[in-house]
């Protein structure tokens, strides 16, 4: 194998937790990542775990080829979101300066040149990060963000995704509605840019074929049982029994079981492709509520040799793999030992799949005994690999990118 004499790097806005905001509470001084919530979507993100361990994957297939960059190495450097606009921003400044006073979540990289950077996950954290990082012109990709504020290159010059933008989406969510005969929809965004743009775009696109938006709600990323009531009831007094929603799974979650508790089962709901492949919508006992929602979901693959790499894993291989770490004391509901992660006693999610609820679980320790085949979450399940996909493609994408420039002669 030819020697590889340089290394690039390449960046990941992951959000590996989720915050848990209330409306009214103070915020504090510094952000920190808190372990909170149910459904695995609010505190550690197995999915997103699963998609930084695939870029991973990806970069060592690449290192390891002859054909692609044979002189350069890829690094990866990765910094969690948090799924707020802040970390995002932070990270960005991160991954620009290069500071050590904002220390990346997990680094391999050897200080090499950052080459791009890949994310963020959701279009909020995306436009946030694509603001300071354009200014640059640093290269950022996103695998999941399709709000159509990003086609903008005067405001997002070096901006660009493997995913379509929501104008797409809008445009058929239109089709399929004219397709049904349906002509009095209601509409229900998440608080963010996803949201408002999703719906904006969608209402244009109804008025054009003369369809009517019977309303047209938000719900708060922040919870507040007002807002949230007020949604509900839009619904509730509405005629319309077709209900397009925009929201990504983490911010629709709360509604969908408010709509649960409130026994809201005579609606057909059309989703956006944040949420319509959502692993509680498909569970048997939320079939009466959920059942016949229609979507367009972002199309699947396999990836080779992926399965294998994400079994793989154990904190016990790198001391400092502070992620990894993390990964398996949420898991299994275990300290390990000797750990610098802290372990949150008083919220602790149990993610084997016996039960779906918050609950408090006692300070047990690693015993050697856990085996990943024994659990039942998001990050081992390969069977519907749409983001995770998208991650794999963008790798590949820069890497060809970066090896095209790599054989460029001077004065060509």
């Known amino acids: 194998m030819a020697s590889r004499k340089k290394c690039l790097v390449l960046g990941l806005l992951a959000f590996l937790w989720a915050e848990l905001g209330i409306e009214g509470k103070e915020e504090e001084e510094e952000q920190t990542c808190q372990l909170l919530g149910k459904f695995d979507l609010n505190g550690f993100n197995f999915r997103g775990f699963r998609w930084m361990k695939t870029m991973i994957h990806t970069i060592k297939e690449i290192n390891e080829r002859k054909d692609i960059l044979p002189n350069i190495t890829l690094g990866y450097q990765i910094s969690d979101t948090c799924f707020t606009i802040s970390k995002s921003v932070e990270a960005a400044l991160v991954f620009l300066t290069g500071q050590e006073e904002n220390k990346p979540s997990f680094r391999n990289s050897t200080g090499a040149m950052l ?7 959701g279009p909020s954290l995306s ?5 300071i990082l354009g200014l640059y012109y640093l290269p950022q990709v996103g695998y999941a963000s399709t709000s159509s504020l990003l086609s903008d290159k005067y405001q997002f010059p070096s901006y660009l995704r493997t995913v379509a933008s929501d104008k797409i989406q809008s445009e058929a969510m239109v089709q ?3 397709h049904f005969g349906w002509v009095w929809i209601g509409t229900i965004a ?4 996803y949201g408002k ?3 904006k775009i969608f209402k244009e696109k109804m008025e054009s074929v003369n369809l009517c938006v019977a309303f047209s709600e938000t719900i708060p990323k922040v919870h507040s049982n007002e807002k949230m009531q007020k949604a509900i009831d839009a619904i509730r007094n509405s005629t319309a029994r077709v209900i397009v929603l925009y929201a990504s799974d ?4 709360p509604f969908l079981l408010e709509m649960v508790y409130r026994s809201i089962t005579d609606r057909t709901r059309i989703a956006s492709e944040a949420w319509i492949a959502l692993a509680l919508i498909a569970k048997p006992e939320y079939f009466p509520y959920f059942g016949g929602s229609i979507g367009f979901s972002i199309p699947r693959a396999d990836i080779l040799g992926l399965k294998e790499f994400l079994y793989d894993v154990h904190p016990g291989k790198d001391p400092n793999d502070v992620l990894t770490i993390e990964f398996w004391q949420t898991a299994f509901n275990c300290t390990w030992p000797n750990s610098r992660v802290p372990y949150n006693t008083e919220h602790r999610v149990n993610m084997t799949g016996e039960e779906d609820r918050l609950h408090a679980m006692s ?3 690693y015993t050697g005994k856990e085996k990943l085949e024994d659990l039942k979450n998001a990050y081992l399940d390969v069977s519907q690999l749409r983001i995770t996909h998208n991650v794999n493609q963008i790798v590949y994408s820069m890497a060809y990118a970066l090896d095209r420039l790599s054989r460029c002669e001077e004065g060509h």
């Open 115 to 121: 080459a791009g950077i890949v994310g963020a996950g």
């Open 127 to 131: 436009v946030a990060a694509s603001r």
């Open 190 to 193: 998440a608080d963010d840019d």
């Open 250 to 253: 983490i911010d629709l979650s």
């Open 176 to 178: 399929l509605i004219q």
């Open 363 to 365: 300070d047990k320790f």
């Open 197 to 199: 743009y999703g719906v």
